[in-house]
Structures are given as C-alpha cells and as structure tokens.
C-alpha cells in the first residue's frame, strides 16, 4: 500500500490527477471484460512495488505502433505507463545511441534473463539469411532469436510483427514474416495498424493483475480485444439492415452516416474492440469519421483485404 501511494504521489507531481488515474484503470478494467469492483484490484496491478521488466525492439516498421503508444495523452505515457513497467530498452525513447545503445540492449537482456517481457514491433526480413534488416552489424533475425529465448514472454505489437506487415506484403522482396514464423516461439499478436494502445497496456494489466496472461484466439490474438467482429458492433449496422450505403464518399449517404460497405468497408471480415475503445484517447475511429475499415487487425491484410475501397 506504501508503494501505491508513493507511486500515485510521483503521478500527481507530473499533473496526473488521482482521478484521472483511476479513470485509466476504469479504462483498462472494461477493456479486459472484468467487473466494475475490479477496479481496485487493477490500480493496485498498476501501483505494485514489483515492476515487470520490458524490452522493446524494432524490427522491419515505420515506429507508428511506438508512435500511437507514446502519443497517448490520456494519460500521457510517462506519467503512468512508465511507472508501471520497467522499461529497460526501447530504442525511441532512450538515451544511448550506436555501442552503447548495443550495451544498454545486452545488459538488459543478461540482467533480466528469463524475467523480461519482450515486446517485438516490426516484421524480420528472412531472404538471403535476413541481410534486409540490421542492427548493430546484427541480423534482425539473430536478434529476435536471441531475445526470444530468453523472454519471460513475447507480445507482438501491430500487423508487421504478428504477420509480416506492409514488408512481407506481394512481391514481399525481403522474405519478412511474423516474429513468431522467423523464431518459432509461440507469440501474444496485439494486432492492427497501429493497435490500440490500450489494448497493449491491458495485455500487461492482465498478467499483473492474474499473473498469467489472457486468453488467446487461433491466431494468438488476446480474445477480450479480438473476440469481437466489428460489422456486428458497428454503429452504422442499423443502415446496413435497411439497405442505406454510401455510394461515393461525400455522397447524402455519406452526410446521413449510412453504411460503408459499398464504398470497401472490411468490419464484416475484421475483429477488433474498435467500436468500442475508438482511438485519440477514446474520441474517434475510422468508420465514426466516414472512413471504411480496412481490416488492418487480420493477418496479410495489405494482400487480402485489398483493394481497400471496392466492396467485399
């Protein structure tokens, strides 16, 4: 309880306000599925003395997961997360560059062996041994297998991790595929483009909270934010049983809020929580700002939900 306080004390000081905290904790308990008297239980997961440990490598991506993460505003990302996780390595947000970013990742790895969670963002280039993609005079292939093995457990953050991504998409010239396919250890895929960063940090939540972590589905997705198809939680269904589609966009339909699947809309072939959490800190998702689902949380999406604005 001493260390509860002490780690809401440190939030107040950087303008987190103890409501606001217990909001966030709101948040992440009704994105889990838990009861509303959970909410205790999750802020003490959050305040604990014993920090989980991340590592965090890039691999073949563009960092816009990392982006949507550490853009969170509600709250702001080093005001909570980072003191929820002991972020050990994470190459946007440190302070080392060339060798000693190389030490930092070493020690870290040698230091927490066996007790790290490893959080993998990007896809690895395979083809011609994996000479596509380096670090450090490495192959991003060596790296994941190095890191892996040693991981207390491995998340997978956006599509390039959990499948290959934009990179492995036809004519796929590097060879990249899936964290999981280039390692062959077993992966948690918070998937999309970018995921929710919600659905991240609820991952984490749910293994401090339960000490294991959450349900998966056939494709390693956690079931409480992928267990759900979008076209049947869309706000929009209603016009979709009454016929109402948007033609073109800017059309009435389009004014009127009608139905996007003739203008491509993917949700019937999509699981996601979108509907619910929305993205911008709750504020908005695509279809709520006129813009059809491209289905960016299923695997190979950029090759079999495309092309993106013709109907199913």
Known sequence: MEHKEEVLERIEAKGVSRRDFVKYCTLVTSVLGLAPSMVPRVAEAMAAKQRPTAIWLHFAECTGCSEALLRTTYPWIDEVVLEVLNVAYHETIMAPSGEAA????????????????????????????????????????????AATKDALATICVGNCACSGGVQAAKPNPTGAVSVEKATGVKTININGCPPNPINIIATVVHYLLLGKLPALDDKGRPLFAYGMNIHDNCPRRAHYEAGNFVKKFGDEGAMKGWCLAEVGCKGPNTFNNCPQVMFNDGTNWPIGAGHPCIGCSEPNFWDEQSPFYQPI
């Open 102 to 145: 190389e030490k930092s990742l070493h020690d870290a790895m040698t230091q927490y062996k066996g007790k790290y969670i490893l959080i993998c963002e990007g896809g690895i280039p395979m083809k011609d041994g994996g000479v596509y993609g380096k670090v450090g005079g490495k192959t991003m292939l060596d790296i994941a297998k």
